[in-house]
């Protein structure tokens, strides 16, 4: 069992991930350019849809995925030929994926997927089946926060629908530098819709079960609108300064039909 002083030698922070559905092709190169990757699932079978020769990939079943690759580009001309002969595509185009099998494994370890892949389109059953959803995860270097307060720890398996108008909110107390102070830099949240305008409130020792009895700190909500599906942290453009044993609660208030998921 690994030592628990290892959870504390941290390098990065996962700040952001955005996803996309695998069909949504326009979203997908918009994320590689912005982040310079996405991590897609697959249905790997390599007997039967991967060519060797070529290094091209297509799985024509609408079927579910068993393998997790990188794309990092993609070619709009990648020609139909390349693929299994009496399994190909209909239209050319395919992404240039990083595979984890080593660099004898396709094209120096690069394979082409088809813009047609079943199994990279296959269309989910609920929001929160991951099944066909590409992922861009944006992190920073580790000496960017020194605490984070929450309370979910899960693995995004579920979700609950918020009416627009709706407000979600926590309530912590500040622990993590006895005798001293600390300064509240960002806040988190987690969305399954994407386009939602929000708005952050802060308010300092709320009585137990009202997380909005508190002092409001911030003069002004801070505001502003989400892109795609995912995870945010956003840093506060006011830094509010707590003493340890403090209770805070941040609200958030968005409007568009939107779903939470507990992250």
Known sequence: IPSSSLAYQDVGHLQNVRYV????????????????????????????????????????????TNHQLTI????????????????????????????????????????????QDNSLNHQKKSTADSDSLVFAYDMENSDNYSHNYQYDGSASCTYMPIPSGSSLSNVFT????????????????????????????????????DPTSGIAVLDRAQS?????????????????VFNQGDRFSVRIVGKGSSEHRPW
């Open 21 to 64: 559905n695998g069909s949504d092709t326009a979203s997908i190169k918009r994320l590689i350019l912005q982040y310079g990757s996405v991590s897609v699932p697959l249905c790997v079978n390599l007997k039967k849809y991967y060519s060797k020769s070529t290094g091209a990939y297509y799985c024509n079943n609408n079927t579910g």
């Open 72 to 115: 990092v580009g993609w070619d709009d001309d990648y020609s139909t030929a390349n693929f299994t002969s009496g399994i190909r595509p209909s239209k050319k185009g395919a992404w240039i994926a990083k595979n984890s099998y080593g660099e004898d494994f396709g094209n120096d370890g690069y394979i082409y997927i088809s813009y």
């Open 174 to 209: 500040v622990s993590g530098n006895p005798n001293g102070q600390e300064k509240l830099k960002a806040v988190s949240f987690a969305l399954a819709s994407k386009n939602i305008q929000y708005a952050i409130q802060i308010y300092k020792n709320p009585t137990a079960g």
């Open 224 to 240: 502003g609108v989400t892109t795609y599906c995912g995870y945010y942290t956003i840093p506060l453009n006011t830094e509010i």
